[in-house]
């Protein structure tokens, strides 16, 4: 979901942003960064994986997980682990978050899984399965992905 970024000669975080087709806001926000702060040349930051499998919700006043899992057809225990909150952790405005692509079911593991009952589960072959999740460790709390046909 994440990854480490080396700050190049010219980069900002605006300029990062645009390659990531991402706003500018979640960087600051993924590196406790003061908003307008410069980044220096050979510097680590976080920035999200661009993967298409999921996209960045950006939280408005009045929204909670329940409504936001239920608009983008995932399970609200599964929203609350994947952004690292428990089901009851406030979200307030501004907060971002992330959802999965609309081609996109996640499921995620828990300490008695197997590739076995993952594949039911998910109603998917275990060669699809292992395609789609190459980095599958069988640990607790691992997403796991499914695409939609």
Known sequence: MYEIY???PGDTINTIAQKLNIGPE???QLNDLPEGMNLSIGENIVVPKNNNVFS????????NLYQIAKDYDI???VLAKINGLKPNDYIYPGQIIIVPNRNIIMYVTDEE??????????????PTLLTDNPNIQLKADQIIIKRKK
Do not use: F, P, W
């Not at 960045?56 to 929204?63: A, N, P, Q």
């Open 113 to 126: 899984d197997t590739i076995e009952s993952i594949s039911q589960e998910l109603a998917i072959d275990i």
């Open 6 to 8: 080396t700050v190049q």
């Open 56 to 63: 960045y919700y950006t939280i408005k006043k009045g929204d």
């Open 26 to 28: 979640l960087i600051y």
């Open 75 to 77: 399970n609200y225990n």
